[in-house]
């Protein structure tokens, strides 16, 4: 091969490697900071040092390309009352510059109402879905309270109540937190409250990978179902574990053969869930389910006899587990294409089956999981999922394993909330 040749696959190879290349949010360019509450300010992507001169406030993920200084300013209110917007997007009166960070073009905006009012910037993204998490396995974990209070969960699941069904008596396991066994729980009622008044949804899981439950029969189902609503829900008991506070809902994470037809009677406690819940026109509750990304999950399904096979219609969403399978990112070496292939068999089913309900991509929040996906391998992926009309958005298992992965200074959920 000649000289003239070499160079010019280098050539190629350099131009190659461009192209490939992450394209970066521009410094100065716009940019959306979303809250736990659905609010949406406008903000522009800028060195942290200017952003804080300007009297603004940053924050990370939202520039997710850019050096680690630059971040996405924003100021809730400027000038009495007004808000920082590009001038683009200011329809209530002429705005006016010197009290916002960054360009000319990002002005005080008169009069602006709410900020979820506000459009977004032309092409930048905005979060399409929440985050969920699993609380209640170690006593290491910050509060339930703590957990809400961080921002950055929608959803929290408190995990597990373990023993239920065919005569036993039910019993919740909350590891190190507190012991139901001695009213040691009831503080939670507090917590579960500030929770809900964040906007945070709390509900309680049930089954878990250890534990002792099964169900004899439909009308077993139907009483455990009872016994949830009345002790953990609307539903009035002597005998709350969790105090007075009604929790938003009941999350099905069947991973138990412990003894009987481990599939029996799931269906008919959704059913009977569904039914109590409608009759409470005070709150709205939600059903979820935890099935494997192996479709169908062998105890939830969707087949004959479990739960997503004949009482699909009753659930609001899935938190399905892609890890510890052969449709987790590394458990095979499938990764994303793994991960594809297992969320479009979802995907397509749930849309037929019942198009309300919401897919959650499922994973671990721990960077020594086999089935791990940092947030860059996420920034690929969830644009793809996001193109599916039921996508709801990311479950983290769990906690304690989300505040442990700390990159660049911060938990993991906070490193990937502005990509969910």
């Known amino acids: 091969m000649g000289l003239a040749q070499l160079q010019g696959i280098v050539a190629?190879?350099?131009a190659a490697s461009c192209l490939l290349a992450p394209a970066k949010a521009a410094v100065n360019g716009p940019c959306n900071v979303s809250t736990t509450s659905g609010s949406l300010y406008p903000g522009v992507c800028i060195a942290t040092t200017d952003c804080t001169a300007s009297g603004g406030t940053f924050a990370s993920t939202f520039c997710p390309h850019d050096p680690e200084n630059i971040k996405c300013c924003y100021k809730t209110t400027c000038q009495g009352g007004g808000q920082c917007k590009w001038t683009t997007q200011c329809t209530t009166g002429a705005p006016t510059q010197g009290s916002c960070p960054g360009p000319v073009n990002f002005q005080c905006c008169p009069g602006t109402g709410t900020p979820s009012a506000i459009p977004p910037a032309s092409g930048t993204p905005v979060r399409k879905g929440k985050i969920t998490v699993y609380w209640g396995q170690s006593?290491?974990?910050?509060?339930?309270?703590?957990?809400c209070q961080s921002g950055n969960y929608d959803n929290v699941i408190?995990?597990?109540l373990n023993v239920f069904g065919s005569g036993r008596t039910p019993a919740l396991n909350l590891a190190g937190h507190c012991d139901p066994r001695i009213n040691g729980c009831l503080k939670q009622a507090s917590q579960i409250t500030t929770c809900q008044q964040l906007g945070v949804r709390v509900l309680l899981s049930i089954g878990g990978g250890l534990g002792d439950y099964s169900l004899a029969s439909n009308e077993d189902g139907?009483?455990?179902?009872?016994?949830?609503?009345?002790?953990?829900?609307?539903?009035?008991?002597?005998?709350?574990p969790l105090g007075a506070a009604k929790l938003d809902g009941i999350d099905?994470?069947?991973?138990?053969?412990?003894?009987?037809n481990s599939q029996t009677g799931y269906a008919a406690l959704v059913r009977q869930l569904r039914t109590l819940m409608n009759g409470d026109s005070s709150k709205r509750y939600y059903i979820t389910g935890a099935p494997q990304c192996i479709k169908p999950d062998y105890f939830l399904g969707?087949?004959?006899?479990?739960?997503?096979?004949?009482a699909a219609g009753s659930f609001d969403w899935l938190n399905v587990q892609f890890y510890s399978n052969n449709c987790g990112y590394g458990y095979s070496g499938g990764g994303t294409a793994a991960v594809l292939r297992s969320w479009n068999d979802w995907s397509s089913w749930m849309a037929s089956a019942n198009p309300a309900m919401r897919l959650y991509l499922g994973i671990r929040a721990s960077s020594g999981s086999k089935d791990y996906m940092d947030p860059a391998t996420l920034a690929g992926l969830l644009p793809l999922l996001q193109k599916s009309s039921n996508y709801g958005g990311v479950m983290l298992w769990d906690v304690l394993s989300d505040n442990r992965n700390v990159i660049n200074g911060k938990p993991f959920s906070a490193n990937i909330r502005g990509l969910v």
């Open 302 to 310: 969707p087949k004959e006899g479990t739960a997503l096979g004949e």
């Open 158 to 160: 408190i995990s597990f």
């Open 139 to 147: 006593g290491n974990e910050p509060s339930l309270a703590a957990t």
């Open 222 to 240: 139907q009483s455990v179902a009872r016994y949830l609503w009345n002790t953990y829900l609307g539903g009035s008991s002597s005998a709350r």
């Open 12 to 14: 190629l190879l350099l």
């Open 252 to 260: 099905l994470d069947i991973e138990s053969r412990s003894g009987g």
